[in-house]
């Protein structure tokens, strides 16, 4: 079974923190990762991709990735209350067949 | 590029009606979409796989019935609820990828379906 969890949060952080947000997938052959951002009552929209091991970073955004361990993490720098919103980790198998994790909702208070 | 556009944005019927949505890729063709279904605070769950020319992949304990898709062309896709029933009201939304290279996903905006 294709599972990818998420730490269930909420999460709450300050203006200006660094706001760490995990991920853990179950099946080995997982290709590709990423993390999408959804605001409530929108479609998801995508901040990070990853592909290979090790760090990945986008202006405030690093995205890390650990395939042994089969853990995808995001690190949002200097959170904003712009950020705030619901991210959801997904991982895509064979034949574009992509999973989402339940998503971390991530408040950042002023 | 890779826009995803989805209509209606939001719809309300009656129970027992059914309701087409529509999805299509606006500057891209798309042999295969995807259709996901949201409830509120809950993540996206995989519908079913559209495939132009070919009959739609259905995730385990979705009804096929119920939910008619249809893939006629390159840039479409359509989903329809029949005889939708109130615990049938949920985002829906649809994605088609991108390159065969990235696997990244282009969403749609999504479809709210109220059934009353």
């Known amino acids: 079974q294709k599972e990818v969890e998420q730490n269930s949060g909420p999460l709450s952080v300050p203006e200006g923190a660094i706001a760490s947000l995990n991920c853990t997938y179950s099946?080995?052959?997982?290709?590709?990762f990423f993390w999408y951002r959804q605001y409530s009552g929108k479609s998801p929209e995508l901040i990070m991709s990853?592909?290979?091991?090790g760090d990945k970073e986008d202006g405030r955004f690093t995205a890390q990735l650990n395939k042994a361990s089969q853990y995808v993490s995001l690190l949002i720098r200097d959170s904003q209350p712009s950020d705030s919103a619901t991210y959801l980790c997904?991982?895509?198998?064979?034949?574009?067949?992509?999973?989402f994790g339940a998503g971390t909702r991530l408040t950042v208070k002023p | 590029g890779a826009v995803v556009s989805q209509h209606p944005s939001w719809v309300i019927c009656k129970s027992g009606t059914s309701v087409k949505i529509e999805c299509r890729s606006l500057d891209f063709q798309a042999t295969t979409m995807f259709w996901y279904r949201q409830f509120p605070k809950q993540s996206l769950m995989l519908m079913a796989t559209s495939n132009e020319g070919s009959k739609a992949t259905y995730e385990q304990g979705v009804e096929k019935d119920k939910f008619l898709i249809n893939h006629a062309s390159l840039t479409l896709s359509t989903l329809t609820v029949t005889s939708a029933h109130p615990e049938d009201s949920s985002f829906y939304i649809c994605?088609?990828?991108?390159?065969?290279?990235?696997?990244?996903?282009?969403f749609g905006p999504g479809t709210r379906l109220t059934v009353t």
């Open positions: 997904a991982v895509t198998y064979n034949n574009n067949d992509m999973r």
């Open positions: 990853i592909y290979s091991n």
């Open positions: 994605s088609a990828p991108g390159s065969s290279s990235s696997y990244e996903q282009y």
């Open positions: 099946d080995r052959v997982s290709q590709s």
